[in-house]
């Protein structure tokens, strides 16, 4: 049995994860149309990842015997001003969600509930690798440059990306 406010906190976190997949698909759709397609591939796996997350969630609130409710979704932008400032904002995003996440495992202790503390630590860690992910697409954006063969090729190797990494 979840509490009311864990279950509430639970979903809300499940929102934030279905809008991440929302942004990323944006995202994804984006570089599509400025020919990019490897980045855009990077940016569809990454919106998969965020869909599993969610439903990590979903069956986590129903195995503790919860009701899932599914808020509304933020709309997400539908032009960016480059990849840079793609993956800008990537790593902004996922740093509100690791603060999103922290602050319901700290809910989870004040509230004595081990078992949500054990399912978040999943999250915890996965945000390390969430930032780390979005920091080095960052930083090799920058490296490259907005256009020319070295994107190109950046382009390429990101569209190498394979699910779950
Ligand atoms: Fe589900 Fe990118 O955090």
């Not at 869909?51 to 990590?56: N, Q, R, V, Y």
């Not at 808020?71 to 997400?76: F, I, L, N, Y």
């Not at 004040?110 to 630590?121: C, F, G, S, V, Y």
């Not at 690798?129 to 954006?141: F, P, Q, T």
């Amino acid at each position: 049995m979840l509490s009311p406010s864990i279950e509430s906190a639970i979903n809300l976190q499940l929102k934030h994860e279905i809008e991440s997949a929302y942004l990323y698909l944006a995202m994804s759709a984006y570089c599509e149309s400025v020919n990019l397609p490897g980045i855009a591939t990077w940016l569809r796996i990454q919106w998969q990842e965020e869909l599993s997350h969610g439903m990590k969630l979903f069956r986590y609130v129903n195995d503790r015997r919860g009701r899932v409710t599914l808020e509304t979704v933020e709309k997400p932008p539908k032009d960016y001003a480059s990849p840079i400032a793609v993956f800008t904002l990537v790593l902004e995003h996922e740093r509100k969600v690791t603060a999103a996440i922290n602050n319901l495992y700290d809910l989870a202790i004040r509230e004595n509930d081990h078992a949500t503390q054990i399912e978040l630590q999943w999250f915890v860690q996965e945000q390390v690798e969430e930032e780390k992910n979005a920091d080095e697409v960052l930083h090799m954006l920058r490296m490259v440059g907005e256009s020319g063969l070295s994107l190109l090729m950046l382009d390429r190797q990101l569209g190498q990306r394979a699910a779950g990494k």
